[in-house]
């Protein structure tokens, strides 16, 4: 889990410098994070992370737990839709939308 929340924070960082390379390079690393702790069926450990100071853990966090806890997942993307910052708020509104529409599997 630590990896996780460490991987999301490090995409933040590279955003915010403008450093694509290293912003994709967290995004494989957070991923591969997400798909180990599915495997072990421990992905309720990310719960907590839904209120996380980093909104980029947060948003990282409600994605991935669409499936697992639903109700504070959705909640926690709704709260983010009206972030105005790169990567949350239309993010956060397209993500919400895509789950609702049923396009988006975990």
């Given at each position: 889990?630590?990896?996780?929340?460490?991987?999301?924070?490090?995409?933040?960082?590279?955003?915010?410098?403008?450093?694509?390379?290293?912003a994709?390079?967290?995004?494989h690393y957070?991923?591969?994070?997400?798909?180990?702790?599915?495997?072990?069926?421990?992905?309720?450990?990310?719960?907590?992370?839904?209120?996380?100071?980093?909104?980029?853990?947060?948003?990282?966090?409600?994605?991935?737990?669409?499936?697992?806890?639903?109700?504070?997942?959705?909640?926690?993307?709704?709260?983010?839709?009206?972030?105005?910052?790169?990567?949350?708020?239309?993010?956060?509104?397209?993500?919400?939308?895509?789950?609702?529409?049923?396009?988006?599997?975990?």
């Amino acid at each position: 889990m630590i990896e996780f929340e460490n991987e999301c924070k490090k995409y933040d960082t590279a955003l915010e410098e403008g450093k694509i390379k290293y912003a994709n390079r967290a995004v494989h690393y957070i991923h591969k994070n997400y798909l180990i702790l599915k495997e072990q069926d421990r992905l309720h450990e990310l719960i907590p992370l839904l209120e996380n100071d980093s909104l980029h853990v947060r948003i990282w966090t409600a994605r991935y737990l669409l499936n697992v806890a639903t109700a504070q997942a959705e909640r926690t993307l709704k709260q983010l839709e009206n972030v105005r910052r790169p990567g949350i708020g239309l993010s956060a509104t397209v993500t919400l939308s895509e789950w609702k529409n049923g396009n988006l599997t975990f």
